[in-house]
């Protein structure tokens, strides 16, 4: 019922900078939150970045003063600033999104992922 799409990714060199979007669609009543995960490879899932609706935006202390994430929730799409970029960033990125639906229910959906790779 929750559709997310994300763009952005690629291949970047130590240094650089990307961008990443997710836009959601499908019967949103309301966004409580909305966060970027990552996946590298041989590792478990973690957090990135996440904004809710009520508090300052937290990151993991690892891309603290690097990245940065948006949200727009009645456009309900967000997107993550990734800049100075180093190899350990390489990983596959997953944008989250939980909320309540228009029946009243709650949920949480995931992006396809994107493949962000830092390399020289």
């Known amino acids: 019922q929750v559709q997310l799409v994300e763009s952005g990714g690629g291949l970047v060199q130590p240094g650089g900078s990307l961008r990443l979007s997710c836009a959601a669609s499908?019967?949103?009543?309301?966004?409580?939150?909305m966060g970027w995960y990552r996946q590298g490879a041989g590792k478990q899932r973690e957090l990135v970045a996440r904004?809710?609706?009520?508090?300052?935006?937290n990151y993991a202390d690892s891309v603290k003063g690097r990245f940065t994430i948006f949200g727009d929730n009645a456009k309900k799409t967000m997107s993550l600033q990734m800049n100075s970029l180093i190899p350990e960033d390489t990983a596959v990125y997953y944008c989250?999104?939980?909320?309540?639906?228009?029946?009243?229910?709650?949920?949480?959906?995931w992006g396809q992922g994107t493949q962000v790779t830092v390399s020289s």
């Open positions: 499908g019967s949103i009543f309301s966004i409580d939150s």
């Open positions: 989250n999104v939980m909320g309540a639906l228009n029946g009243g229910s709650y949920f949480t959906s």
């Open positions: 904004i809710t609706s009520s508090d300052s935006p």
